[in-house]
Nanobody, 123 residues
Framework: VQLQASGGGLVQAGGSLTLSCAASGRDFSRNAMGWFRQAPGKEREFVAAITWNGDIVTYADSAKGRFTISRDNAKNTVYLQMNSLKPEDTALYYC?????????????????WGQGTLVTVSS
């Protein structure tokens, strides 16, 4: 099972990026998917999550109004559209596939993780 995250890069403050996470080796169409991030010296934190059919999406307060999570189950892919980026958004962004019950904000419900894609926002 592999989650391949892509789309990171260097962008100026106020700019936009779209991250993608393509899953292979397992069908995640019946699982929630999430995005987390980890900045240097900090713990991994929740960014956004979406249920298997997209009926529920949830965001960290820091992402609300700027980020949009979506998914294409036919492609086994989840996306994170990030607008109005800030230097404090700089981090390694991970996608994750949910397998356990619990809060979508918790790392504990996700057993499958991508390798991360780096987002750097310059001021």
């Amino acid at each position: 099972v592999q989650l391949q995250a892509s789309g990171g890069g260097l962008v100026q403050a106020g700019g936009s990026l779209t991250l993608s996470c393509a899953a292979s080796g397992r069908d995640f169409s019946r699982n929630a998917m999430g995005w987390f991030r980890q900045a240097p010296g900090k713990e991994r934190e929740f960014v956004a999550a979406i249920t298997w059919n997209g009926d529920i999406v949830t965001y960290a307060d820091s992402a609300k109004g700027r980020f949009t999570i979506s998914r294409d189950n036919a492609k086994n892919t989840v996306y994170l559209q990030m607008n109005s980026l800030k230097p404090e958004d700089t981090a390694l962004y991970y996608c994750a596939g949910q397998t356990r019950s619990g809060s979508l904000h918790s790392v504990l419900i996700y057993d499958y993780w991508g390798q991360g894609t780096l987002v750097t926002v310059s001021s």
